[in-house]
């Protein structure tokens, strides 16, 4: 499919991610889906917000893609797992949006972000959009778990500056248990953006009794620290703020009871990062 085809041309709209959002591209016949997956002439966003001061630096425009391969059981933002929830957007509408964005932009010492869900389940998409903003001269970020890095080329990687990669948890088992896959192809992701030297900020959901094991955070700040190109770790506090989403989308919510992690916890987790050189906040 070409863009000129059917693509249904979306307005965007700013919108928080917090709001719920379902079925907003569920009229894109199934196999217009899979060809703007294959081309990433189209892609789905759940939602997209300007201002945003904590995705990268500086001020950014934030896109949030739909569709997710992990099921985490702290995910605040359930709705994103399914492509279907978000709405078509083609990637020449996407980037007439952020054009207007880019003086702006540069003057804050900001740029935009590509997050979600989990982008590079639409890998061209992202790569494409990613590539329009880079060549705008605007500052490119990619929010993304890294199981699906091996997507992305080297050449793409290029027009990446900066890679938000979220580490859930060391242990093997444990993060199968916590996301449904292996933790295997997220380190490889890591590795690969070390040996190519592009810079890694890493995020690390902090949630009392799941990802709170002194152990495997010690290990998960040495395995950074060894890569040599992250920059900074932000730790995540754990909240519920997702927590009516589950409820609504009728999903079996099992950490109903987990209370956000308390400061002294979240000191001590700083303390482990740190122990290793690493600038965590
Ligand atoms: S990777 Fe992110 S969007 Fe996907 S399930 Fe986990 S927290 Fe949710």
Redesign the pocket.
């Known amino acids: 499919m070409s863009e000129s085809q059917t693509l249904p041309q979306t307005p965007l709209r700013a919108q928080s991610p917090f709001e719920l959002r379902v079925n907003l591209g569920k009229h894109v016949p199934e196999s217009d889906v899979r060809a703007a997956l294959a081309t990433g002439d189209m892609g789905f966003l759940h939602s997209y917000t300007t201002g945003a001061t904590v995705d990268g630096p500086g001020v950014r425009v934030v896109a949030w893609t739909s569709g997710?391969?992990?099921?985490?059981l702290?995910?605040?933002?359930?709705d994103?797992?399914t492509m279907g929830n978000g709405m078509p957007v083609s990637v020449s509408t996407a980037a007439e949006e952020l054009r207007k964005y880019r003086y702006g932009l540069r003057l804050m010492s900001g740029g935009f972000t590509l997050s979600?869900?989990?982008p590079l389940m639409q890998h061209r998409f992202a790569a494409k959009l990613l590539a329009a903003a880079h060549t705008m001269g605007i500052h490119t970020a990619l929010d993304t778990?890294g199981y699906y890095g091996a997507r992305l080329s080297d050449a793409e990687l290029e027009t990446v500056d900066l890679v938000l990669l979220?580490i859930?948890t060391w242990d093997p088992e444990r993060h199968r248990h916590l996301?449904g896959v292996d933790i295997g192809p997220t380190l490889d992701f890591a590795r690969r953006l070390a040996a190519r030297g592009r810079p890694i900020w890493l995020r690390y959901?902090l949630v009392p009794g799941l990802t709170d094991d002194p152990e495997d955070i010690a290990n998960i700040a040495r395995f950074a620290a060894g890569l040599g190109n992250v920059e900074r770790v932000d730790i995540l506090p754990f909240h519920q703020m997702g927590t009516f989403k589950w409820q609504r989308l009728g999903l079996d919510y099992t950490l109903k009871t987990v209370q956000p992690p308390s400061p002294d916890l979240i000191g001590r987790t700083r303390v482990l990062f740190r122990a290793e050189g690493l600038t965590a906040y």
């Open positions: 997710c391969m992990m099921r985490c702290y995910c605040h933002n359930p994103t797992w979600g869900g989990e778990n979220d859930k996301t959901v």
